[in-house]
């Protein structure tokens, strides 16, 4: 019987990407012989036939049916209230800001990110701009003649187009950049850039210089004791933030809620019956917000939870 | 700066693509995992449903991930799995041969033996295995599609071919 050196090796072979010595080696063994006989006689082998154009006629027949009778149902009713809870905080957020900001005359696009929400916009020019969580921006839109300008309040991270002037306007500072990929944190306490590629210029407010920052430089301005400190280190392509969603492997339960529960800041609380040791072979969930992240993630096959929005609370509860 | 428009699902003819470009794959996906066919095009139709309802929240370019993800939950979700053990695979139409009667019949005792063999295999190996032999699909598809590393649909590879090798007697 063969022995591999190590377990993809027979793999690695079917896809010709064993080197000519091994392959050599290989082709001696009676596995060789045997496999090659396998795979020939798969040749006489095929797939059932598929009818897409029924299946396809079914999902819309199915699709019309739903449409029509789309009468409240009772049970979703509590989602509903979550959701309907969720529209309006992020009313009043939006509405507050709106109303306490400055004026500004050019007409704008706002963009609000809720707790655990992520928001990709691209842009007509090319910028790419990705909204972190609790986050608001406001995107004039001007035409191509004039400075492009972003007002945020929160995090994004921005991928700028060449072209003209591109600003980002935020209570402690601003950013001006002509095209390049850089982070901003920016909330009342904390101003942070975070430069990824090309050059950008920071202006701090009320403060005369201009900071520049290169690829991999930091700042950080925080006015409780006025003072700014500049990093350099190795980055990566993006903010760890942008990936979109949490893959793990070989992962404990109690992992998995700890992951869960750093990445929405919400508490998990797990019943008594909870197999903190479990382990899943493969574990992911979505950031897009923590409905999704629940539901895509293996808890979805035991539990049934309640989210408690107020208290930032999830409680799991063991299905029947 | 205005928004550049970007393709949705929610609209028929992009939903149409996505269908025409992975059902087929997903049903066989399914297949290969539930063994049952009927149940894997139940399986296609409900994570194309889902993707037309969440059409607004699933970019273009996640859909087929979204399509897959969705029906492995299904399977998972599905607590009794169908105990009967189906041919995975049809056998080609018997072209008339000029071989002797001896080796077409060992010819298809060897299809009845590959056959069991791959029903026999496990779940996980066996998804891999049929994808990439039947589907041509890449490893790096299969790990998208599955949600894992390559080097785990590696690890699958070479484990499903050890367990079919068998197929062929000792010489």
């Known amino acids: 019987m063969n022995t591999y050196p190590d377990d993809t090796f027979l793999a690695r072979w079917l896809n010709g990407e064993l080197t000519s010595e091994e392959l050599a080696e290989f082709e001696q063994s009676e596995d060789y012989t045997k496999l090659t006989q396998v795979m020939e006689a798969m040749k006489g082998l095929q797939s059932h036939p598929f009818d897409g154009r029924r299946v396809l006629g079914e999902i819309k027949a199915q699709i019309a049916a739903e449409k029509e009778q789309k009468i409240v149902d009772m049970r979703s009713g509590r989602r509903q209230i979550v959701y309907v809870a969720a529209a309006v905080m992020l009313v009043l957020i939006v509405g507050t800001w709106f109303f306490t900001r400055k004026k500004i005359d050019i007409p704008s696009q706002t963009y609000a990110t809720t707790l655990g929400e992520q928001q990709t916009k691209t842009f007509v020019d090319g910028t790419k701009i990705i909204l972190n969580s609790e986050s608001i921006m406001e995107v004039a839109i001007a035409d191509t003649e004039q400075d492009r300008a972003v007002t945020l309040k929160g995090e994004a991270y921005f991928e700028v187009a060449k072209g003209n002037r591109f600003v980002v306007e935020t209570v402690l500072g601003e950013v001006l950049v002509v095209g390049t990929a850089f982070n901003v944190a920016a909330t009342d306490s904390t101003f942070k850039v975070t430069c990824y590629e090309g050059k950008v210029s920071v202006n701090i407010s009320g403060v005369g210089e201009e900071n520049l920052l290169t690829a991999g430089q930091q700042i950080v301005f925080s006015p409780s004791t006025d003072s700014s400190l500049r990093n350099e280190r190795s980055l990566p392509d993006s903010p760890a933030w942008t990936a979109s969603g949490t893959q793990l492997e070989n992962i404990a339960y109690a992992a998995l809620i700890d992951s869960m529960q750093n990445k929405f800041r919400i508490t998990i609380e797990t019943p008594p019956t909870f197999d903190d040791e479990y382990e899943w072979e493969v574990a992911s969930f979505s950031h897009t917000d923590i409905a999704t992240a629940l539901n895509t993630s293996p808890i979805s096959f035991d539990y049934d939870w309640e989210i408690l929005w107020e208290e930032r609370k999830v409680v799991l509860k063991k299905k029947e | ?171």
């Not at chain 2, 993707?51 to 607004?56: E, M, T």
């Not at chain 2, 929240?57 to 897959?68: E, R, T, Y």
């Not at chain 2, 998208?144 to 071919?161: G, Q, Y």
């Open chain 2, 1 to 171: 700066m205005p928004e550049a428009p970007e393709l949705s699902v929610c609209e028929e003819a992009q939903f149409d693509q996505v269908f025409t470009l992975h059902a087929e794959v997903l049903r066989n996906f399914c297949y290969y995992k539930c063994k049952d066919l009927d149940q894997a095009e139940d399986y296609v139709q409900e994570a194309f449903l889902r993707l037309w309802k969440n059409c607004a929240k699933v970019p273009l370019g996640k859909a087929k991930s979204f399509l897959f993800k969705v029906a492995q939950n299904l399977f998972l979700h599905q607590v009794e799995h169908q105990k009967v053990v189906q041919k995975y695979l049809r056998r080609q139409a018997q072209p008339i041969s000029m071989e002797h009667p001896q080796f077409q019949i060992e010819e298809q005792e060897l299809l009845n033996r590959l056959e069991e063999a791959i029903a026999n295999l496990s779940e996980k190996q066996r998804t891999v295995f049929l994808l990439h032999r039947m589907d041509g699909k890449s490893y790096k598809e299969i790990a998208e599609m599955l949600d894992i590393s390559v080097k785990s649909v590696e690890k699958r590879m070479h484990r499903a071919l050890l367990v079919l090798r068998n197929c062929i007697p000792q010489l």
